[in-house]
């Protein structure tokens, strides 16, 4: 089967047992891989009373039929599995090298369910998979972790998907990672992994993923190897963190908890200062030639930071740096290291240290609540501290593991106005009162607040629309603080095409145009395949997310925005455009019926399910 090894690997840890599931090629051309096979996986076999830390839930580890052949932007899977953040479907998606090899040791995904008794880890190698066991590596960093593992295997070039120590002390945003500097980061897929004592899945593999048209990949791939310089030089140069201080002088970047869209000390973060002074190296991705990861060092009398961590993307930049106001790149790229080491997402974190401190600012917190930190914006050494804790699980840090939700209800006195959450999940560095059907995508997100699955609004403000947009039906321009329905209708397509990518193993930031997606799709596979039908795919992907999520108990109720995002920054905007509830709730209704789903409750309809031909998934879905 062209695109696939054809074998699912199937894991019970409490029972110590493995078995090979094999699939048709009809499965795989309807489910993918990536989310696809998350989603079907958990809507399957995940019930609505299961833990997310416990034993019956899935931790899934999925390709894309791109994953793992040499092409640019092949170096992506995804991890997946009940949230113990949002209580729904989590998921995230990952780069590196892991992916890659997973499938090229002869597995499509593993989906692991049970707990061990102790710490195990797994080893995929050449089409064999043992359960091994992992008492000395608990408690680890990965960096540590990832060195035994592969001392121990005399297998340097073996790839770890692992968690460090909050994953093991079921931090709820604990992240899974690649290769110490990739993060599946969002959702708190590292605490799953913990739950279950699966300190990491090792990977190491010989045999190359199968291809219809082998010439026609090459092709593609030579195209990008000699074309990536014009189309794509500045993320190599200064890799996502190219654009903060330009969000800073459009208004847009997050700066002290969303309260304000600049920062006045946001040259001395962006990606022009990291390169000038910490930069040392970058790293890439599998059979990518762009290369745009930052590698930094920092050895002084404040701080150390070991290259082999990476580096802060944009969105570490943006969390731990402007929203916590702090203006330190030493300070930033240190909680970058905590985070990578311990196993942190870097977004959450970053959030959930300047929920805190605006709470330490509003006397909601004080000393004695901070083990002596004086907590506040701008206080950089405060901030790596506070990170640490969290990692640890100590003092205030152990409160603020569980999350900034779960935290504001426990310090109570009106701290729930400081989250910034949708379904429980914190923003991104993205600042949606600028973008609004960005911020309909945060709304109405399967996994909680997320960027990669969303829309850039800025796109549509040309008239007339780029070719982009018309190849996916939508022909109207509009304001990007616009949410007509032109609007949604737009945020509807390109969702549905994030999905799609995501399924694929295919990285959102390689400029593949539309038509060359869809012809990587066939070289690879050798289906006469179309952009109908993928974009196809990518709907059927998030309607089995959403009835998912209802049957974990979400409700449209759950589909809105914190209530900082009807209100103006403090320190005014150019760009900015309060996001008004009612205006918000027409728009969620208007998605809703352009998905196919009932327009009062969002439950998706029966006709739409046989449409998309998972009608299967119905009667799954009685008691929601």
Known sequence: MNGYTGKILRVDLTNGTLEVEEHDELFYRQYLGGAGLIAYYLLKEVPA???????DNLLIFAGGPMTGVPIAGSGRSAVGGRSPLNGGYGEADVGGFFGAEMRRAGYDAVVVRGQAESPVYLWLHDGEAEIRPADHLWGMTTGDTQAAVRDELGEKNARLALIGPAGE?????????????????RTGLGAVMGSKKLKCVVAHGTA??????????????KFMTTNWKEMAWGMHELGTPGGLTGLHKQGKLPTRNFQDGQFEGNEAIGGEALRDTLLIDRGGCYACPIRCKRVVEVNDADYQVDPMYGGPEYETLGSFGSVCGVDDLRAICKANEISNAYGLDTITAGMVVAFA??????????????????????????MVAMVQQIADREGLGDLLAEGSAIAAKKIGRGAEAFTVNAHNQPFPMHECRSRHGQALGYAVSPTGADHMHNMWDEGLVRDPVGEGWKEMGVYTSAPATDLSATKVHAYTVTGNMKWLENSLGLCAFIP????????????????KTNLWELLKAGERYVTMMRLFNMRCGWTREDDKLPARM?????????TEEP??????????????GMMGWDTETGMPTAARLEELEIAWAAPQMADA
């Not at 945003?173 to 980061?185: E, T, W």
């Not at 930190?373 to 050494?381: D, T, V």
């Open 169 to 185: 002390k079921l931090v709820r945003y604990a992240c899974v990672i690649n290769d110490l500097k990739h993060a599946a980061g």
């Open 566 to 574: 009807a209100e103006y920054h403090r320190s005014g905007s150019v």
């Open 579 to 592: 996001v008004l509830p009612e205006v918000l709730a027409k728009a969620v209704t208007q998605f809703y």
């Open 357 to 382: 401190m605006e709470c330490f600012e509003n006397e909601l917190l004080s000393v004695e609540d901070t083990g002596g930190l004086e907590l506040r914006f701008g206080n950089g050494k405060a």
């Open 512 to 527: 593949w145009s539309t038509d060359q997606k869809v012809d990587i799709v066939r070289a690879i596979t050798g289906w």
């Open 208 to 221: 190359p993923v199968p291809v219809a048209d082998k010439e026609g990949v090459q092709a593609l791939a």
């Open 49 to 55: 009373d299961t833990d997310p830390l416990g034993p």
